[in-house]
């Protein structure tokens, strides 16, 4: 089968389509035909050689697929049947034209859905539904803080936030992902590159801050982050874009104001019992609580935004619009047929 390779870590010139050996399903796993793929910036530091895959993981890139089953492993439940439309989170593998994935790990595709529409749910939206409700344990009400707010998680949040009645707000670096954002349903946005987002969430909110921040930024955020955190509020921490080194006196800052800190990667909760139970578990809340409302006629309507459509071997490509910060949303990767 076609695979999206590089050999060495480095740039997105590394990267090319490669013929490898196409992947069997073992105990509980169904065999994928990949129709499309989307990016994430994991897939990114990966080829930098910065973000390895976890113990078991298949080294090709892609972190979730759609496409529709080939194949069932032994031992399967009998949940899938060959032919089903399906969208999968995956650990790896997802830029090739077959994955091998846990069935518990597998989602219908709403009818009305496109594959390329479908492929930009499962890593960004399952992300951001984690770190709400498993981590965040958002409440009706509460205002929640999201950085990158136009990226494919921040989108999936601004969503995801509006449907739990609490209050989403954003940074991001221009006017055009700040109007995004807004569309998709954000309450306040604040262009991090020309102002203080904590004084602008300050004033926002009355003076009372924020109950919840995600943060995939990390550093460099952390003193305007707890300005702006209420009492008893929670950050959340999924990435560290800017770097981990901390300069400052956080954890008086922290503790003035009850606050807590929460991190969490869901790629690294590889095919162990307890982290494979975690995972179908987040797969399983999400698919009974949230996809329904991917669905035509519903309200609120959640909406999966694509960027921009890249064939496979144009993933270097891809690669640079991601890498220059220049997607409003999801880039997805179609796999030739």
Not at 318 to 323: G, L, P, S, T, V
Request: hydrophobic share 40%.
């Amino acid at each position: 089968m076609l695979a999206a390779y590089f050999d060495c870590p480095g740039g997105p010139e590394n990267l090319y389509v490669k013929k490898v050996m196409k992947p069997h399903p073992g105990e509980g796993e169904v065999l994928v035909k990949v129709a499309a793929s989307a990016l994430n910036r994991a897939d990114l530091l990966q080829r930098r050689g910065k973000y390895p895959p976890p113990k078991g993981a298949s080294d090709i890139l892609g972190l979730e697929a759609s496409g529709s089953v080939a194949g069932l492993g032994p031992g399967c439940k009998g949940q899938w049947k060959i032919g089903d439309a399906v969208m999968a989170l995956l650990s790896g593998g997802g830029q090739a034209e077959y994955v091998t994935v846990p069935e518990g790990y597998l989602m219908p595709i709403p009818n009305d859905m496109t594959f390329i529409q479908a492929a930009a749910i499962p890593e960004a939206w399952l992300t951001a539904f984690q770190l709400l409700h498993f981590v965040g344990k958002i409440q009706k009400g509460e205002r929640v803080l999201i950085h990158a707010g136009a990226s494919g998680v921040g989108m999936a949040a601004v969503q995801l936030v509006r449907l739990a009645k609490a209050i989403p707000i954003v940074t991001a670096g221009t006017q055009e992902k700040l109007k995004a954002t807004a569309n998709a349903g954000a309450a306040a946005g604040f262009n991090y590159k020309n102002e203080d987002f904590s004084e602008k969430v300050l004033a926002f909110t009355q003076g009372s801050g924020v109950d919840i921040i995600l943060d995939c930024v990390g550093g460099s955020y952390w003193e305007k982050n707890l300005n702006c955190l209420s009492t008893d509020g929670r950050w959340i921490i999924y990435g560290l874009l800017s770097g981990g080194e901390v300069h400052g006196d956080l954890l008086a800052r922290l503790l003035s104001k009850r606050a807590s800190i929460h991190t969490t990667l869901l790629r690294s909760r590889d095919k162990e019992a307890i982290f494979l139970q975690y995972k179908e578990r987040l797969v399983k809340a999400f698919t009974e609580n949230v996809l329904p409302y991917f669905s035509g006629g519903t309200s609120p309507h959640l909406q999966p935004l694509v960027d921009s459509v890249y064939p496979l071997h144009e993933i270097a490509g891809a690669h640079r619009i991601m890498e220059d910060n220049k997607n409003i949303g999801k880039i997805v990767i179609e796999v030739p047929a």
